[in-house]
């Protein structure tokens, strides 16, 4: 089904996704609790730090992201790599709250963001007629961690300073990721596409948007409401999952081992879609893709039994596994690839700065006394008003011929 050289496309992918992991909000939320103990702070104010920090990743990002459309891409994935490790070992280092504001803008930045965006922008652009099956491919990596690193990570907070295990991390990164790109993409440069048989598809070109004009596009706005809801609602789940649990009265291990739920369904979604979205379009699964997530929010707000903890993350992971492939193909599928990097950092930038959104207004509620029932109803109604939305519109998500 894939080349060589397609093959190591999707499995740089894979481990840039898989390393992407250590920005992610679910990695991070495994050290809150640490955290605040060594600082002394509240709930309300780690959310305002997290939120404040990865807001200021997002703006960032916009700028630096487009780089990769002029870098060559084994230059641009160096630079983010050494960043990723230098911010990993920094977040080792948290002794007061300004290091804790700088430590998170750095591995929001490098991490969820320039790490993630590496891996998609590279598979979006490279492959065409096997997109979707190749960014669900490339995606598994971070499926992946989601499954291995919760567990793994509780285990060893229990036998190590958690100091320790980000200095081992940072050096992990120095010492594989610059082999792993040099193996595998030395070569590659976004002139490189798959190779495709032009009876596999349309004749006509589709129009090439720059960044300025998909800013003009109202569909822009509408899809991104949904492509959204997952990155702001799950990263206050992950990031409070401590609130969670002692609000449910779950355990301290019930979520951590409903993660593994949460990575097998989101793999499931992955290798699902992918075929999905090769055969049907992103555009018209795209409304599908929150329902899932939209089920969670009434599993959190009318159970308490522990058992419920696997079936309200698995229902996530099953929304998560559908965004992250949607949230790559649909853009190249509606705007073209030509300038997709520019393009991917505007939308890695809002969903970073989503998930400071969902980080902030967490803890707003929780520090104000909002149960969290009650704010799974506040994201119920947010899913629902962004499903009806998009319902609208459905029918006008077509690319543009030339």
Not at 23 to 48: A, D, K, M, P, V
Not at 291 to 319: A, C, K, Q, R
Not at 363 to 369: C, H, Q
Request: a positive charge; charged letters at 10%.
């Amino acid at each position: 089904m894939f080349n060589s050289l397609s093959l190591k496309v999707i499995i740089f992918g894979f481990i840039f996704t898989f390393f992407s992991s250590f920005g992610q909000s679910f990695f991070l939320g495994l050290f809150n609790s640490s955290i605040r103990e060594t600082l002394s702070i509240t709930h309300g104010q780690f959310g305002s730090i997290y939120a404040s920090a990865t807001l200021l990743s997002s703006f960032l990002l916009i700028w630096v992201g487009k780089k990769i459309d002029d870098i060559n891409i084994f230059k641009f994935a160096f630079y983010v790599t050494l960043l990723l490790s230098f911010s990993c070992f920094f977040f080792s280092k948290i002794s007061s709250i300004a290091f804790l504001f700088i430590a998170v803008f750095l591995m929001r930045f490098s991490g969820q963001g320039l790490m993630s965006h590496t891996a998609t922008t590279t598979i979006a652009r490279y492959f065409t007629k096997s997109r979707g099956k190749a960014l669900s491919a490339g995606w598994f990596g971070l499926s992946s961690a989601e499954f291995i690193l919760p567990v793994l990570t509780v285990y060893l907070l229990t036998i190590t300073a958690w100091q320790n295990i980000w200095i081992s991390i940072s050096i992990l990164t120095l010492i594989f990721l610059p082999l792993a790109s040099f193996f595998l993409i030395k070569k590659l440069d976004f002139d490189t596409r798959e190779e495709t048989n032009i009876n596999d598809f349309e004749k006509r070109e589709i129009k090439q948007w720059k960044r300025i004009e998909v800013i003009k596009d109202y569909r822009f706005y509408i899809v991104c409401l949904n492509m959204l809801a997952m990155p702001w609602i799950a990263t206050g789940v992950f990031v409070y999952q401590s609130f969670i649990t002692e609000a449910k009265d779950w355990g301290s291990f019930v979520i951590a081992q409903s993660f593994m739920v949460y990575s097998i369904l989101s793999v499931v979604t992955l290798l699902g879609s992918g075929f999905l979205i090769d055969k049907f379009t992103s555009r018209k699964l795209l409304i599908f893709m929150n329902i899932p997530l939209l089920f969670s929010t009434l599993v959190l707000f009318y159970f308490d039994n522990p058992i419920t903890s696997f079936i309200f993350l698995g229902l996530i992971g099953i929304s998560n596994g559908l965004a992250n492939v949607l949230g790559s193909s649909t853009w190249a599928e509606i705007y073209g690839v030509k300038y997709i990097g520019s393009i991917k950092a505007l939308t890695t930038a809002l969903m970073v700065f989503s998930t400071a959104f969902g980080t902030a207004l967490f803890g707003i509620l929780i520090d104000n006394g909002f149960s969290i029932e009650q704010i799974a109803l506040i994201s119920l109604i947010y899913i629902l008003g962004s499903l009806i939305a998009l319902f609208l519109v459905r029918n006008r998500l077509n690319p543009e011929f030339i």
